[in-house]
């Protein structure tokens, strides 16, 4: 698969189209490592980020990734699922060469000042400086491979292509190959995902390719020497659970960096904020919400954390609550979608099956959902509301007068069913501390005020039938 390695668009590829114009132009042949090297110090020294859409790991991992591409190592990415390795793996497209010249029709995208193929060696003696040759972008110079344990020989490395052999060629032809992803990603970066996956087997004949960097097919004498940088994920528990990286090929990656989810708040709520996509508004405070919920859910001891609570739990859990917002817009007609704290209720009921529990927790694994979530809603709320004077709105609905809310109920409904509080500005300083301002996402910060105060113990509530009431 090919990657975007940037949100700006493409440049024109350049202009030399044979060999000669290429040389003319003053082209240089970097091997890929240190294509790489330049790239990512020259950044540096500009002050750019290369590693742009990746949080929470700068201070640890990105300095060891950086450290590792300095000196040319081949790596391998340790964590548990959802700790962004692979567009950890993705964003390293970026350090490439945006325009790199190939030989055209290789099969294997040599570099026109060092063929390795016995054609295109043989093309190169043909034409000399008329040898035609075409650019490859940089993302088509990186390939994904997801480990699986079907995985052949002859989908990394290659095999005997029997549509040849049958046009007439012998065996002993090397022009009867087909090449494997590894080798048709020369010059360029190979991503294999869960590296435990492969069976042993197959991690064996990957042993050359990482250490004398050629490849061996069949029985055939075929040395070439791939220049290709090899990267891998891996979750730790793989190593017992479904397979192993063998201590041969783990001995060949140059370094291994554990990732890890992240560890300020503020990051977590840039992952959720950058990858979900979002069909409605959805407050800041919400995005919060879910946030602290996914980091108490890593701390439960009703979780099994081997095999963690990924980024993706908090993301499913935005983009479902927007969905809800959206439906209830739609039906009812409200002007625009806005998420409220009663669409988290929405989120909980169909998020439980991507979290693993413990197994003495059978039967308790939606009690302790709830439990964690109404921990995170009670954090945003003194985080949010912290000195406020909530005493006129408790006076009021002590007095009997009710609020009701629910996964239907409209922001119109819920604010004209508020109590009056005279000439007080609360609902305009709950409004402020959120950043509320249209009717959509004040209801929305009102309402989480309320169940503030319903987690505190200083109002009642009681749901039932897609309602809920504060009284």
């Not at 090919?2 to 949100?7: C, G, I, N």
């Not at 954390?305 to 439906?327: D, K, M, P, Y």
């Not at 954090?379 to 007068?401: C, I, K, P």
Request: glycine share 8%.
């Amino acid at each position: 698969m090919t990657v975007s390695s940037a949100d700006s668009p493409r440049t024109h590829p350049p202009v030399p189209a044979t060999l000669g114009e290429l040389r003319a132009s003053g082209h240089q042949l970097k091997t890929l490592r240190v294509e790489m090297r330049d790239n990512l110090l020259a950044a540096l020294r500009e002050g750019r980020d290369p590693w742009p859409g990746l949080h929470g790991f700068e201070d640890t991992v990105i300095p060891q990734l950086e450290r590792a591409l300095i000196a040319g190592h081949d790596i391998v990415l340790l964590g548990e699922r959802g700790q962004g390795k692979t567009r950890l793996l993705r964003t390293m497209v970026g350090l490439l060469d945006e325009w790199s010249p190939v030989i055209s029709g290789s099969e294997i995208g040599e570099h026109p000042y060092e063929p390795i193929t016995v054609q295109s060696q043989q093309a190169l003696a043909t034409y000399g400086d008329d040898l035609r040759i075409s650019w490859r972008h940089r993302d088509e110079r990186y390939a994904e491979k997801l480990a699986t344990p079907d995985t052949s020989v002859a989908d990394l490395i290659g095999d005997v292509d029997p549509m040849k052999v049958a046009e007439g060629r012998s065996l002993g032809d090397l022009e009867t190959i087909h090449f494997g992803l590894i080798p048709r990603s020369h010059r360029g970066i190979v991503a294999i995902n869960e590296l435990p996956d492969l069976a042993e087997r197959i991690q064996v004949a990957m042993l050359n390719v990482m250490e004398e960097r050629d490849i061996q097919i069949r029985g055939y004498v075929l040395r070439l020497p791939l220049d290709v940088l090899v990267v891998a994920s891996a979750n730790p528990e793989d190593y017992t659970n479904r397979g192993r990286i063998i201590t041969p090929l783990k001995d060949r990656f140059g370094v291994e960096i554990r990732t890890h989810y992240p560890t300020e708040l503020e990051d977590e709520v840039a992952v959720i904020r950058q990858e979900a996509d979002l069909v409605a508004d959805v407050p800041p405070h919400l995005l919060e919400i879910l946030a602290r919920f996914t980091r108490h859910l890593r701390g439960s001891s009703a979780v099994d954390q081997r095999s963690g609570v990924s980024a993706r739990f908090a993301i499913a859990g935005a983009e479902t609550i927007a969905a809800a917002a959206l439906h209830r817009a739609t039906v009812q007609g409200e002007p625009q979608a806005v998420a409220r704290v009663v669409d988290l209720e929405t989120a909980v009921d169909v998020l439980g099956g991507k979290i693993e529990f413990e197994s003495g927790e059978e039967g308790r694994e939606a009690e302790v959902l709830t439990h964690l979530l109404r921990t995170a809603v009670a954090e945003t709320v003194r985080e949010r509301f912290r000195g406020l004077d909530f005493s006129l709105l408790v006076d009021a609905l002590e007095a009997g007068q009710m609020v009701t809310t629910g996964e239907q109920v409209t922001a119109l409904d819920f604010l004209a069913g508020l109590p009056r509080l005279g000439e007080s500005e609360l609902y305009d300083d709950i409004c402020e501390r959120v950043g509320a301002t249209d009717d959509g996402q004040r209801a929305g910060a009102i309402e989480l005020a309320l169940e503030g105060l319903y987690l505190a113990r200083r109002v009642s509530k009681e749901s039932g039938r897609g309602e809920t009431v504060y009284g």
